[in-house]
């Protein structure tokens, strides 16, 4: 089973598309707590989580306290429930590899976020891990990301709509990271691609809405993730944490749930 398959078997057998964001921020912790908060949030959240997605940036920032936090957080999300490294890793031949490495073999991620702006010979290194999953920076939810992203390219499209027609034709295991902060351009990249996964950040903190991402991307489980993380992992900073930040993923899960209802059957299949 590789990943898609195990995200999509999850999404049904949980009836969920929620991807937990699990992002420490440097001054709110201390790096020898960390993974005793994360396995809170962990416990408190696994019955709503389509997978998790640990930012890798959060943890090296403490360097080797940080990384053994991560260790931890990953030792305790339970089985069954796919767990996204969000890298953003991108170079040349023999880096890639390494990168790879460290990402599957070290760290066993079940997928991970690519950046392919060096083209596919920085990306087919990591296709070898043949039952991984990849989400490569397509149109991100950032306020910058017009500055490059919306520009014309031959053909007529925009470079966001050109990344997502190439690089998933390099593997059916290439998603795309699409934010859902501009649901006019999530609708878009699904009609150029109609049949690949998408990781949509930017709900929640970032103001995108549930309803707008369904009515734009549908809702077939395995075909996307919707990701949250501060709404969620600081739902509360007193001693109601782990009951608001259930309450946050539940929200969410119901949000994108009614949003689903609401599609033709052929857009939830």
């Known amino acids: 089973m590789n990943y898609f398959e195990k995200l999509a078997k999850r999404s049904r057998d949980a009836e969920t598309l929620v991807c937990v964001g699990l992002d420490p921020e440097f001054s709110r912790h201390e790096p020898e707590k960390v993974a005793a908060y994360n396995r809170a949030i962990i416990d408190a959240t696994a019955e709503y989580a389509a997978c998790y997605k640990p930012n890798i940036a959060f943890y090296e920032q403490w360097g080797l306290p940080g990384l053994r936090a991560l260790e931890e957080t990953l030792a305790a999300i339970p089985p069954g429930i796919p767990v996204i490294g969000d890298v953003k890793r991108g170079d040349i031949g023999s880096t890639a590899a390494a990168y790879a490495r460290a990402m599957f073999d070290s760290w066993g991620f079940d997928a991970i976020t690519l950046n392919g702006y060096l ?75 109609p049949n690949a996964s998408l990781l949509i950040p930017g709900v929640g903190a970032q103001g995108g809405k549930p309803a707008e991402v369904i009515a734009a991307a549908g809702a077939a489980p395995g075909t996307l993730v919707v990701s949250a993380s501060r709404s969620i992992y600081y739902a509360s900073d007193g001693h109601d944490l782990l009951e608001a930040a259930a309450t946050a993923a539940r929200t969410l899960r119901d949000e994108l749930n009614a949003a689903a209802a609401a599609q033709p059957v052929a857009a939830r299949a």
């Open 119 to 193: 083209g596919r010979d920085s990306i087919e290194p990591f296709l070898v891990y043949e039952d991984k999953g990849f989400y490569l920076l397509c149109r991100t939810s950032n306020p910058g990301a017009a500055d490059l992203q919306y520009l014309d390219v031959a053909g007529g499209h925009k470079l966001y709509e050109q990344v997502a027609l190439t690089v998933t034709q390099w593997s059916p295991r290439i998603g795309l990271v699409v934010g859902a902060t501009a649901p006019a351009e999530l609708r878009r990249i699904r009609e150029l691609v």
